[in-house]
């Protein structure tokens, strides 16, 4: 079964662009510490054979030397600083996607003791995450009870999934095989069954993969089954609808194409719509209250709605662009395959 | 200082004077451990309470602050007195140091009480997060909703959020009605407020203990050589420690939300039975 | 307290010649027969309850030394069953949740029940009063306190482990702690919470002492670096515990009341917890560290017959490391969702950290540098710890720095650094401290030869056992994985084996020490002629541990100026700054 599995001598595959990066680093700081660390070893075996205790020779008084301190003081603070350096820059890669994997963001709900993985697209996996070969993703994830970690040794990449907030890496996987997924936070009797297989594809047989389950989205409203489809519905089935719809100004802010721009904060202080900003605005509004509006945003709840559904919300407010805000009388939106266009009355009636 | 100081040096010291100066640091080393330790829980508190700012002042609001205001004013005169009992043991007053002793022991105790008397309202009010069930009074509301709208019997009742309602309706001030707050939230507050509380009473017993063995010893004349006054010095250490524990418990607490002085009076006197409240 | 400087014989004693000048006058080796009629700690009291109820700091610490390698054992065994377990990618002799305990079990014994209070408890007890010159501990009633307060919580934590297990991992993170795990956390935390306060009262007791009972002539600057070690370590220990314990407090009210602080579902904060247990946690790794930092100045001073190398830097790089390592602690942290930009202050600030203890292993090696070295046992740990503690160190830069710490993070690369850092450092410390004090507690010196092949069995054992998980890391092999893909088996196999080898290693001084109780050839003062102020009296010391109050005149280490007794009887200095403070002298030997 893992014979299908790219591992190979004393290093994990290199799978992805960030995995050279980190791999250099590494290599950087392991030539350093072998380096030093020779120079330690060298010194000691040295100084054992040589000062051997021989009968008559007695030993040297030398209580020391500030300018020998002062040497092996500054020498490893420079070299720690630049591992600081190079390693927070490397850091710095490792958690901002660049622009274009914003537009294929995968989820991850971890629980106990299983990886649920919905593709942008709408496919849903358990334990398994097909991906296509140079192409940028980003994956947001979150946890159902226990801290989680979304670890895939190939990339050099794993981040905690944390109940209660959403987190996330991205890749750019640049070599088509399989490699492990492992959970890589404690989280009890199932932890080291929680593993999976990450498959990066051609770009052909990703979309080979696809075919069949495919959706195209048109029309402003999203019909094809991908989380920004589920995420309408519940924008109606909770009500979010009633407050923040097209007619509307005054009740409630507008949530068109506010993804990533700085929001304006009761207190004087600007805040960037990210994924954890949208959260918190349904989990615990009264955190940010937007400048010149009322704290009258009621809290949701997990028992109202789930991290999953959450995070469908979440997706469907992520694709509102200007124009796209839901009238408050609309209601179904069309079922999945139906290629409408939004000035028909959508499948099913008001 | 230590000129006029008589009394028997232990067996592993070499002068009176080091015998002396390290029981202090004995003590003020410990006091560091308990800096720490209270410092641990004020952080997590003051996260919280710059996170859900709102709700931990509806939470301060539900609290007695009636009671808080009549305990401060017990225990820093119980600081006095044992500072004057050090004092006395350093001049060689017997009875001037059982006096102050016993005074301390007394005030703490009234704290202890009141203290006691503040829970118990908390229970009666039906404040424990989890553990209380529903007062009269929040079933009567809980009823009316249902009877308005019969939709809602389905619903889940959460005995503690029902409560705080009914109580933060009595602690309007200055008539308005309290700002939107989640009770779930406030649940973590009272969690905070019987965690914080509870470790400061416990130190509160502990040092009552050791005052009143202090104070037998006083009894048998262990103090008669007045270089053991550094006993009672280091006594009124943890003593002023356990002061200053509450000098920051109650801001962080009880100050957080709107309180009048009037409000508190009328606490107190329901606290002490000279009047009754709907608390 | 007796003040007279002789015991009662009215010959003047000849000056022996040294080669070395030890701190003080050194007490005259005893003729059988005095040593039978003069009573040394072990012997002038009998009875089971002048031990239970002794305030004798050297008893306590023999206590301590017995309990302690009680539960190493305990430790040792769930390590054994851990190890035997991953010979097989499907688990070989455990299931999972039996595994999830084992683990648990290894780490909080050996963390809490051994490597915290073995050298503080040990020989931080039994030397530092007679390091500083004093006859006791500051509170010699505390410190057996301390004792019961630390066996019995280590009992009752020991108890809870054996009834019902724990199987959150040492680290305890809620929620999994909190609302899923189905065991003692409760119980547990009790357990770790009482042993927290010994940890405290023992470090109240070494400040106090430090500060205030040196014998006269006895400055700062002539401690023992053992000493420093013991104060910077003790300074830890007052400051951190402390902040453990509050945050058992608060686990313990949310599992009781089913609020939480730390409990997301209504609105508590994971991280919070992590923020508040690491706070301690790390310090705690140098409340382990430095103590074995110590011992290994008493040890390579000695068996070189050399002053350390900078004295200043390594007393000073102690206390850097105690106040640095305060300030580190989200580096534990760096993928839990802490934030950025303090993520990359705890990665500057671990940086900075790793430089006093680089200070330290170059001073080490310079202080070989001319010496006249011999390689006892003692020796042998010592010189293994500077081999080992350098490899740990330097993984250690691995997780520190960001950016590769999230591949390496929750891998068996944090696994093997850690350990070499635990128990290639602080172990093989500790082990280097027993051999080299053992004659001086016991009286009795034990086996060379023995003592010697269990030191190589260890150093081989050991670095084996850990070697393959750097790798296995690497390969991405996560921690606390009862069952892993089969491509990581090699190296859990070779690990294993090698984990065999040293219990082996580590299960030898048991014997060869005890024996040496009944077999061994009495010891003398001062065997391993050290300069210290506790070889300078009796071994077993007497009671009170010095017959008259010592007066110093020189510092620590003056191992290469010979003549000592000469300069002290006849007041010259013989080139020996007869201040004896550590100065700065460069290079050149002084005198004849």
Redesign the interface.
């Known amino acids: 079964m893992f014979a299908s599995l790219d591992t190979s001598g004393f290093l994990p595959p290199q799978a992805s662009e960030f995995a050279v990066q980190s791999d250099m680093l590494f290599y950087y700081i392991t030539a350093v510490c072998i380096l030093g660390s020779a120079v330690v070893y060298g010194l000691l075996a040295y100084c054992c054979f040589m000062f051997a205790r021989k009968e008559g020779v007695p030993s040297k008084r030398i209580l020391g030397s500030t300018k020998l301190e002062f040497l092996w003081t500054s020498i490893p603070l420079v070299f720690f600083l630049s591992f600081f350096v190079w390693g927070v820059r490397l850091y710095d890669i490792a958690i901002n996607p660049p622009p274009e994997a914003h537009e294929r963001e995968y989820f991850v709900v971890g629980k106990q003791w299983m990886w649920k993985i919905q593709h942008p697209t709408g496919q849903r996996e358990i334990n398994e995450l097909h991906l296509p070969i140079d192409t940028a993703v980003k994956i947001s994830g979150t946890s159902e009870d226990v801290i989680h970690d979304f670890g895939v040794p190939a990339f050099r990449s794993k981040f905690d999934v944390v109940p209660g907030r959403i987190t996330s890496a991205w890749y750019k996987p640049n070599k088509e095989g399989t490699y492990h997924l492992f959970c890589d936070q404690y989280c009890g009797q199932g932890h080291s069954q929680m593993v999976g297989k990450i498959h990066v594809l051609s770009q052909e047989n990703y979309q080979a993969w696809l075919d069949g389950s495919y959706r195209i989205r048109e029309g402003k409203n999203p019909v094809d089954g991908s989380p920004s489809w589920e995420g309408r519905k519940l924008f109606f089935k909770l009500q979010c609808v009633n407050c923040h719809n097209k007619e509307s100004e005054s009740r409630a802010p507008s949530l068109e194409a506010i993804y990533k721009t700085k929001r304006a904060i009761q207190g004087g202080t600007t805040i960037m719509a990210t994924d954890d900003y949208l959260r918190n605005s349904i989990r ?1 509004p ?2 940010h209250i937007r400048d010149g509006w009322k ?2 945003m009621p ?1 949701y ?1 997990r028992s109202q709605v789930t991290e999953e559904e959450l995070l469908n919300v979440i997706s469907y407010i992520k694709s509102l662009r200007p124009g796209d805000l839901p009238s408050r009388t609309e209601s179904t939106p069309a079922p999945v395959g139906a290629k409408t266009q939004d000035t028909q009355a959508p499948a099913g009636g008001n | 200082m230590a000129a006029n100081l008589k009394g028997p040096v232990a ?4 002068n009176l004077n ?1 015998q002396l ?2 029981v202090r ?2 003590m003020w ?2 006091l ?10 004020f ?2 508190y003051t ?2 309470r710059v ?2 700012t ?2 931990f002042e509806a939470g301060s609001a539900a609290l007695n602050v009636g009671i808080a205001s009549v305990n401060t004013f017990l225990l820093l005169t119980s600081s006095l007195t044992i500072t004057l009992g050090i004092r006395a043991a350093y001049a060689g007053n017997p009875k001037g140091l059982r006096n102050y002793l016993l005074a301390t022991i007394i005030l703490g105790v009234a704290f202890l009480g009141l203290k006691g008397r503040e829970y118990q309202l908390d229970y009666q009010e039906g404040l ?4 209380s069930v529903l007062t009269p009074e929040a079933q009567k509301v809980v009823n009316e909703r249902i009877a308005k709208d019969p939709g809602k019997a389905d619903e889940k009742v959460y005995p503690f959020n029902e409560n705080l309602a009914v109580v933060l309706h009595h602690e309007k001030f200055k008539g308005e009605p309290f700002v ?1 707050y ?1 009770p ?2 406030v ?2 507050f ?3 407020y ?2 914080m509380t509870g ?1 400061h009473v416990l130190h509160m017993i502990i040092g009552l203990g050791l005052l009143t063995w202090q104070y037998i010893l006083a009894c048998r004349g262990f103090f008669d050589y007045n270089a053991r006054y550094v006993y009672i010095e280091a006594m009124s250490l943890y003593w002023h420690f356990v002061d200053m524990a509450w000098m920051f418990l109650l801001p962080l607490l009880y100050l957080a939300g709107p309180h009048s002085a009037s409000q508190a009076l009328e606490q107190f006197k329901v606290a002490i039975g000279l009047a009754s409240g709907t608390h | ?1 007796t003040t007279a400087n002789s015991i009662g014989t009215d010959t003047p004693m000849a000056i022996p010649k040294l080669d070395y000048t030890p701190q003080m006058s050194p007490e005259p080796e005893l003729t059988p027969t005095e040593q039978r009629e003069k009573p040394n700690y072990l012997n002038w009291q009998y009875g089971l309850l002048s031990w239970v109820l002794t305030v004798d700091h050297k008893r306590i610490g023999l206590m301590y030394l017995v309990s302690v390698s009680i539960f190493f054992m305990f430790g040792a065994i769930a390590a054994g069953l851990v190890r035997t377990n991953l010979i097989m990618p499907t688990g070989a002799i455990l299931e999972l949740d039996q595994y999830n305990k084992a683990f648990t079990a290894h780490g909080t014994i050996m963390l809490f029940l051994f490597l915290i209070p073995v050298i503080p408890g040990v020989l931080g007890n039994f030397l530092v009063p007679m390091m500083v010159g ?7 009633k ?1 410190n057996l306190m301390s004792y019961y307060v630390w066996a019995a919580g280590a009992l009752f934590f020991v108890w809870q482990l054996t009834v019902g297990g724990l199987d959150t991992g040492w680290t305890l993170y809620p929620p999994y702690s909190s609302k899923y795990s189905h065991t003692n956390v409760l119980y547990a935390g009790l357990g770790i919470f009482i042993t927290g306060f010994s940890s ?1 009262l023992t ?3 070494i ?2 002492t430090v ?3 040196r014998c006269p002539g006895m400055t700062w600057g002539r401690l023992p670096l053992f000493v420093w070690a013991m104060y910077a370590t003790s300074v830890i220990q ?6 453990l ?3 058992v ?2 686990l313990a ?2 599992k009781i ?5 730390y409990d997301p579902t ?4 994971p991280i ?1 917890f992590q923020h ?1 247990f690491w ?1 301690y946690s790390h310090p705690a790794v140098y409340i382990m560290i430095l103590p074995g930092m110590g011992v290994i100045n008493e040890v390579l001073t000695c068996f070189s017959r050399k002053n350390i190398f900078g004295y200043k830097a390594v007393a000073w790089s102690s206390v850097g490391i105690a106040v640095v390592g305060f300030l580190v602690w989200g580096h534990h942290m760096f993928l839990a969702g802490q934030g950025y930009f303090l993520g990359q202050v705890f990665a500057l600030l671990t940086m900075l950290v790793a430089v006093p203890s680089a200070i330290k292993v170059f001073n080490w090696t310079a202080t070989l540098y001319g010496g006249s070295i011999t390689f006892q046992a003692p020796m042998i740990f010592a010189i293994g710890f500077i081999i080992l503690f350098t490899i740990g160190g330097v993984t250690g830069l691995f997780l520190g720095s960001m950016g590769t710490d999230i591949h390496l993070h929750d891998t068996y690369f944090v696994i093997a650094h850690f350990h070499y850092t635990m128990v290639g450092g602080m172990m093989f410390a500790w082990q280097a401290g027993l051999h080299f004090w053992w004659p001086k507690m016991t009286g009795k010196m034990y086996s060379d030869f023995w003592s010697r092949l269990a030191a190589v069995v260890m150093l081989v054992g050991f670095a084996l056992t850990f070697l393959p998980q750097f790798v296995a890391g690497y390969m991405g092999m996560p921690r606390r994985y009862p069952n892993y893909p089969p491509e990581f088996q090699i190296y859990n196999v070779l690990s294993t084996a090698a984990a065999y080898l040293q219990g082996i290693g580590f299960a030898m001084p048991a014997f060869y020490l005890i024996g040496s109780l009944f077999f061994g050839k009495p010891a003398g003062n001062n065997p391993f002629r050290a300069t210290g102020l506790e070889w300078q009296t009796s071994s077993p010391p007497g009671p ?1 541990n010095f017959e008259s ?1 010592p007066q110093v005149y020189f510092g620590p280490y003056e191992y290469s100026v010979p003549d000592g007794l000469k300069i002290l009887n006849d007041g010259s200095t013989n080139g020996v700054h007869s201040n004896g403070s550590a100065n700065t002298d460069k290079g050149a030997a002084h005198g004849s």
């Open positions: 615990n009264m955190l704290p009258i809290a709840t | 067996h592993h010291f070499n080091q100066t390290t640091m004995g080393m410990f560091v451990t308990e800096v720490l330790f209270f410092g641990g829980a952080c997590a996260a919280y996170w859900f709102s709700d424990i997060p989890n553990v939107a989640d779930f939230r649940q973590l009272f969690m905070f019987y965690s470790l | 307290m004093a006859k006791d501990m500051a509170f010699p505390l405290i470090a109240i007791n400040i106090a500060h205030k009972m007052i400051l951190a515990t402390p902040v314990a509050v945050t407090v608060m009210v949310e009341f089913g609020v939480g602080i209504i609105g508590g904060d919070l508040m706070f009170h109050l």
